[in-house]
């Protein structure tokens, strides 16, 4: 399987593979994913391997969360899919917490609305 990236710095090629050594691991250990299909809880298997990487900081578990990701997908199928825009993001989490559903680069234009909402309510300035 040969993937293409058009923007090299927004995908890791090493990851996906990863993904992909993972999934025929499993397939010689457990089996077709289909056939799990009704039997296991994929989020509840992602949430699990997340918390496994919050807890050792051990990447390989990041891998197995977007298998799980893929997996419930494959499940539910392309019906259940629909194209979100911007306005429906959940937004970013900073470190330190702040919450933002600004992009983390800001274009120009909104680099002029920031500054214009950080004045408006100003007087004298």
């Not at 992909?20 to 010689?28: A, D, G, I, K």
């Not at 990041?62 to 825009?85: K, P, W």
Request: glycine share 8%; aromatic share 8%.
């Amino acid at each position: 399987m040969e993937l293409k990236v058009i923007t090299p710095s927004e995908c890791s090629l090493k990851f996906h593979q990863g993904m992909v050594n993972r999934m025929e691991v499993s397939f010689h250990k457990y089996g077709k994913v289909m056939d799990a299909k009704g039997k296991i809880d994929e989020i509840a298997c992602l949430e699990k391997r997340l918390q496994k990487y919050k807890e050792t900081g051990n990447t390989e578990w990041l891998m197995d969360v977007a298998n799980f990701a893929m997996i419930e997908y494959m499940h539910r199928g392309t019906e259940f899919f629909r194209s979100t825009d911007s306005d429906e993001s959940p937004g970013l989490v900073h470190r330190g917490g702040r919450e933002s559903s600004l992009p983390h680069t800001p274009t120009e234009t909104q680099k002029a609305a920031i500054v214009s909402d950080f004045y408006k309510d100003r007087k004298g300035d």
